[in-house]
């Protein structure tokens, strides 16, 4: 950006994780962060409150989470091969109440 205006777009960490931002400075809030074994989190949510929606697993495999920063539980698992199980229970203790084969 700007002079005086920049932002945090993208931060690489010291383990290989890429953290990337949107927002305005002084506003920039997490959306997604990448992992050096192909994860995939991707967060919602204003600066200081984001929180973990969706994980992608590099076998195809996506979780979905539901819940407030640091109570994130999963509710739902899809399979690549089209399978889907879903969750109810608070983080932690979640368990699998239906399963749709594929």
């Not at 920049?6 to 920039?28: D, P, Q, S, V």
Request: aromatic share 6%; proline share 1%.
């Amino acid at each position: 950006g700007e002079r005086g205006a920049e932002r945090l777009m993208c931060r690489e960490l010291a383990n290989g994780t890429m953290e990337h931002y949107e927002g305005e400075k002084g506003a920039e809030r997490m959306v997604r962060a990448e992992f050096a074994d192909g994860e995939v989190q991707h967060y919602e949510g204003e600066q200081d409150a984001e929180r973990c929606v969706r994980v992608e697993w590099p076998d195809g495999t996506v979780l979905h989470y539901e819940g407030e920063r640091g109570a994130e539980r999963m509710v739902r698992m899809e399979f690549a091969d089209g399978t889907m199980e879903h969750y109810e229970g608070e983080q932690g203790a979640e368990r699998v109440v239906r399963v749709d084969a594929a």
